[in-house]
């Protein structure tokens, strides 16, 4: 072996300050935004997806030097099952106002709360206490808060709070204590506030979620009173429960991030202070729920998840809004576990028995053996199940392996050879170990000996020789640090340690052979830390533009893209009055007109070569809504019709300018179809015959092989608009988001928020015009800030309103001046320098801010 061994055989973007530079006479504003989340329950559905403009895009007036958006881009986060909290009032130290406990407990709070005999808020006895002893004192006012931030966002959850109260009398016209629990989303925005106070000999309350209206609580004294909020997350419908009645729903659109208790009394505002009571807060508690396993927010259309091999499972989502795909059933093409009753892309070579069940690949086969003579040979050449990496192996890995022999008929003679080879890109063996075993014919029916043990790693000799032990098994770990190999196993009393190549990983060969008779091998399982497998979500998500208003004879509609990615339909006055027209809208394309009640008034599918459609059967002026559904999954990239014969292969070609086209390149080759080159992984081929259609979608490799029916009407490629690398795993919650892809310093003019549940979509969106120099004086330069700010429900313009903007880390407010249709002004102060300031829009219809960092260019 050559070199080290140790063999035993026997065993931001942000530039900061200046960061932008200067040029004399150039003054331009770029904001960095941030997208918050939805602050107020939006009606419909289970589910909804957020489509959002990106956390750090840049926002510049249209004709800036930094470019336009190229486009939308999906993302898929795994949903964290967070940790719990829980706050039983407990902790050290005991019987001290409030302010005390907190600091040493960890708690934020601010104001000041009593601390007298006579009145105070301490934790004493396992309890937050506030105590009114009826005690002379002098009248004051207090207000004071405890805040818990939680360490991550509960979107599914129950928040428990136990309030107890004593109070067997009252003094007519005494200061009511007012107590306040807020739970708030990670914008400090209220989902749900309990509001209590003292009044009359009980505690009195109501409670409200998102700013709506109160519903009241029952009143309890002299007793525990539990009152818990449950959400099941993403869009589901939450509860807020006291004791066991139900008294709120809502629909829960945002996490629970911060817990406030208030308490606030006023003495001095009143003539005398009430007569003795005790309020206590005794536990609070926030517990998780786990997300049910499932990808959430996905926009209606047709959508799949393709393994590397082709293996797909496919849903629909019904247009209307966002759901979620169940990942029951998910093609799990490397399957290392072998749990699934499938090979996945595995591929067999020379074996006549390949085939999972009961947990294991169960293998037979016949041919070379992997002795002394495998490294630098062909992987192909040995029999075995191999499996191709679809993405190389770089760097460090690991590889565990078992495998177990059995056999049929103790009275025969049996020998097989098992073990495992690592090839790099070539499909080359670079590293491997196998083992042989055998059975005397007529001995016990499960004796088996291990007869020999051979292992390498390159660029080194191959080591190896007869060991003569009992044994059946092998369990196999080869790991690479470095260019540190090491290879493990037990049975073998095989541990070495060597210098051997850094070549990347390019596949695995699970080598069997049997000499005398046939063994089965039933490989447990094969667990690695490589890229074994990379999944792709698919899809074809349906757009959907809407004009509302009244339209007339002279109108055209035009379905047009934007930079935000969302479609518009813009109406202009032509000269004629040939009818009300919609244009820029492509095959398969759905247009449709309702009346101002919602009622269908027109309805066409474009055909085939037609760009624009005129509305028939519908009287004019018409005042309703208009809309424009593409559906992508319409309209094939590329289609074939001709005559095709087993051995054919069709393929795929595109011009620069996106043409593409089927040519059928070779004839009469060694496979039993058709077969589809030139694709990408996840694209759909669609065999149509005698009027059906069958459904193949292309691996990593970009070949489909279609088995051939007794005729063909046509093969249609289709290209997904939607395209997201990720290993999707049964049993874990995922979340789908949309954001602006603006890769390097590309920016777009417009930053954008929108909501889309399974019936209604609502969409935030603030364009950014101008950033102008107004004065430079005494107290500072002034810059104006011109935008448009409109809000869109179900893709129609609302009605105009203004935002709330603020601009700075503290808020600081901003005026806000109209001055063009949905087109507003702010001054805002420029800073000093290349300094940024924060600024914030906010909704004030649903409570949706987009925050962003604007930063100066002089």
């Not at 009032?89 to 007298?116: H, I, K, L, M, R």
């Amino acid at each position: 072996m050559l070199g080290v061994k140790e063999c035993s055989g026997q065993v931001k973007w942000d530039n900061g300050p200046g960061g932008f530079g200067r040029a004399l006479g150039l003054f331009v504003a770029i904001l960095m935004f941030a997208s918050s989340m939805p602050v107020q329950p939006l009606s419909g559905g289970q589910s909804y997806v957020t489509f959002y403009s990106g956390d750090q895009v840049l926002l510049a007036p249209e004709g800036g030097t930094y470019g336009r958006g190229t486009g939308m881009a999906y993302s898929i986060s795994e949903i964290p099952q967070p940790q719990g909290w829980i706050e039983p009032f407990t902790s050290p130290p005991q019987g001290v106002p409030v302010a005390q406990w907190a600091a040493a407990n960890g708690y934020a709070f601010e104001g000041t709360a009593p601390a007298s005999s006579a009145l105070s808020l301490n934790v004493t006895n396992g309890a937050l206490t506030w105590t009114n002893n009826d005690a002379a004192r002098t009248r004051a006012a207090y207000n004071f808060t405890l805040w818990k931030s939680l360490d991550q966002p509960l979107y599914a959850y129950d928040l428990a709070i136990n309030i107890y109260v004593a109070k067997g009398s009252y003094r007519t016209g005494a200061a009511p204590l007012y107590l306040t629990i807020t739970a708030y989303d990670q914008n400090m925005v209220p989902i749900v506030t309990l509001r209590f106070n003292t009044s009359g000999t009980q505690l009195y309350g109501n409670a409200s979620a998102y700013g709506g209206s109160p519903v009241a609580l029952e009143s309890f004294y002299n007793t525990v009173s539990t009152f818990t909020v449950s959400s099941g997350g993403y869009g589901a419908q939450a509860t807020l429960s006291q004791n066991a009645s139900q008294k709120l729903t809502f629909a829960s659109f945002t996490p629970i991030r911060h817990l406030s208790i208030n308490y606030f009394i006023n003495e001095a505002a009143f003539a005398q202070y009430d007569k003795a009571y005790t309020v206590k807060i005794e536990d609070a508690s926030a517990s998780p729920a786990p997300e049910p396993p499932a990808l959430f927010g996905v926009p209606a259309g047709e959508w799949w998840y393709t393994a590397s091999n082709g293996e797909t499972i496919a849903w629909e989502i019904p247009a209307g809004g966002a759901g979620a795909l169940s990942l029951e059933g998910l093609p799990t093409a490397f399957n290392g576990e072998f749990s699934a009753a499938t090979t996945g892309a595995w591929v067999p070579q020379g074996l006549s028995t390949f085939a999972v069940s009961g947990g294991s690949l169960n293998t037979k086969g016949g041919g070379i053996e992997i002795t002394n003579n495998g490294l630098g040979q062909p992987a192909a050449g040995f029999p075995g199940a191999y499996y191709a990496l679809p993405a190389r192996g770089e760097g460090d890995f690991y590889i565990a392996v078992r495998v177990a022999l059995s056999f049929a008929d103790y009275r025969l003679q049996y020998a097989s050879r098992i073990g495992i080879a690592i090839t790099d890109t070539a499909g080359n063996i670079i590293a491997y170990l196998t083992a042989s075993f055998y059975h005397a014919k007529m001995t016990s029916p499960y004796a088996m000996n291990l007869q020999d043990c051979y292992f390498g790693i390159s660029p080194n000799n191959a080591e190896g020789g007869t060991k003569l032990r009992p044994g059946g098994s092998l369990t196999v770990n080869i790991s690479r640090t470095g260019s540190t190999w090491r290879i493990v196993c037990g049975e073998t009393e095989t541990d070495c340690t060597a210098t051997g190549t850094t070549a990347s990983i390019g596949g695995v060969l699970l080598h069997h052979t049997n000499t005398v008779n046939d063994m089965n091998a039933g490989w447990d399982y094969v667990r690695t830390n490589l890229s074994a497998e990379i999944g792709l979500l698919s899809g074809n998500a349906v757009q959907r533009a809407a004009s509302g208003g009244t339209f007339f004879a002279n109108t055209t509609l035009t379905y047009t893209a934007t930079n935000s990615g969302m479609p518009l339909l813009v109406s202009t006055t032509r000269e004629d009055s040939d009818g009300l027209k919609f244009a820029g809208v492509s095959e398969g394309d759905l247009v449709a007109i309702f009346g101002s009640d919602g009622s269908p008034a027109y309805s066409t599918t474009v055909p085939a070569g037609a760009t624009g459609i005129t509305v028939t059967g519908v009287q004019l002026p018409f005042a309703g809504t208009a809309m424009v559904t593409r559906r992508p999954n319409a309209r094939p990239i590329a289609q074939h019709s001709g005559a095709l014969s087993v051995g054919d292969t069709l393929a795929l070609a595109c011009d620069d300018q996106g043409g593409c086209s089927l040519l059928k390149i070779s004839t009469g080759g060694g496979f039993p179809g058709v077969l589809v080159t030139g694709l990408q992984h996840g694209w759909k081929v669609v065999v149509t015959s005698g009027g059906s259609d069958s459904v193949l979608y292309a691996g990593h490799t970009g070949e489909a092989l279609v088995s051939l029916p007794t005729e063909i009407d046509a093969i249609s490629v289709f290209k997904p608009t939607v395209e997201v690398h990720s290993t999707l795993q049964e049993g874990t919650s995922y979340a789908l988001e949309r954001m602006l892809k603006a890769p390097g310093f590309t920016a777009t003019d417009t930053i954008f928020y929108e909501v889309s549940t399974t019936a209604y979509r609502y969409r935030v969106e603030v364009r950014l015009l101008s950033v102008e120099r107004q004065s430079s004086g005494a107290i500072g330069s002034l810059d104006k800030m011109t935008f448009t700010f409109r809000i869109y429900e179900d893709g129609v313009l609302a009605q105009e309103v203004a935002p709330v903007a603020t601009i700075g880390e503290n808020g600081t407010a901003i005026p806000v001046s109209k001055t063009a249709p949905y087109t507003f002004a702010a001054l805002i102060p420029a800073p000093a320098g290349s300094q940024s300031s924060v600024v914030k829009f906010r909704d004030p219809a649903s409570g949706i801010v987009v925050e962003g960092r604007l930063i100066f260019e002089h």
